[in-house]
């Protein structure tokens, strides 16, 4: 059975830093890219950042470029987000997500349970 | 950036009722649309792919069409279980983008 397991998520202050992570299982990690996805409280869905199998390639939404880096260990399965510099407008709930095939690039069928994220002072 | 625009924002329905959501994609996406419901206080959850694929294990009263620009999600009959935001999303090309969102409430 696939698992995603976030962890991470935090009250922090603005401009403070946090890192999120994923723990995957259920399924061969290094064949799949990964994402993660946000929500803020009462709103619609944000993709924010991309990983590719490899670790090679990254994506970001242009709001958190500069900010945010997403990353992934396949040795310990785990998917990561390095966020820096945080501010009010990324409280949200943090989901991280599995393509639904190799290849199948933003298209997610496995989701985890999510992580809050709360910036505030 | 694609700029996914969903209608209704929200819906009143009754079990039984046959229900359509539209998105309209801001340019040409070539059928790299996707649809997800999502309940409170869960993770979305994928129903159609590539703009009428049905996902594994969503039941056949949910189909998605297509024409030009304009996508839509219809729920032939709906039922008790389906009342949740439904969400349209590209997968064309990075940003990936969500529509706003439709609520379908009783």
């Known amino acids: 059975e696939v698992q995603l397991v976030e962890s991470g998520g935090d009250l922090v202050q603005p401009g403070g830093s946090l890192r999120l992570s994923c723990a995957a299982s259920?399924?061969?990690?290094?064949?799949?890219?990964m994402n993660w996805v946000r929500q803020a409280p009462g709103k619609g869905l944000e993709w924010v950042a991309y990983?590719?199998?490899?670790?090679?390639?990254?994506y970001y939404v242009d709001s958190v470029k500069g900010r945010f880096t997403i990353s992934r260990d396949n040795a310990k399965n785990s998917l990561y987000l390095q966020m820096t510099r945080l501010r009010d407008e990324d409280t949200a709930v943090y989901y991280c997500?599995?393509?639904?095939?190799?290849?199948?690039?933003?298209?997610?069928?496995?989701w985890g349970q999510g992580t809050l994220v709360t910036v505030s002072s | 950036d694609i700029q996914m625009t969903q209608s209704p924002s929200s819906l009143s329905a009754s079990v039984g009722d046959r229900v359509t959501i539209t998105c309209r994609a801001s340019?040409?996406?070539?059928?790299?649309l996707n649809w997800y419901q999502q309940k409170p206080g869960t993770a979305p959850k994928l129903l159609i792919y590539?703009?009428?694929s049905l996902q594994s294990g969503v039941p056949s009263r949910f189909s998605g069409s297509e024409s030009g620009t304009d996508y839509s999600l219809t729920i032939s009959s709906l039922q008790s279980e389906d009342f949740a935001t439904y969400y349209c999303?590209?997968?064309?090309?990075?940003?990936?983008?969500f529509g706003q969102g439709t609520k379908v409430e009783v």
């Open positions: 999303q590209q997968n064309y090309s990075p940003p990936w983008t």
């Open positions: 990983v590719s199998n490899t670790n090679t390639t990254m």
């Open positions: 340019q040409h996406i070539s059928s790299y």
């Open positions: 259920g399924f061969t990690f290094s064949s799949y890219s």
């Open positions: 997500a599995r393509d639904r095939n190799y290849g199948d690039y933003g298209r997610w069928n496995y």
């Open positions: 590539a703009a009428s």
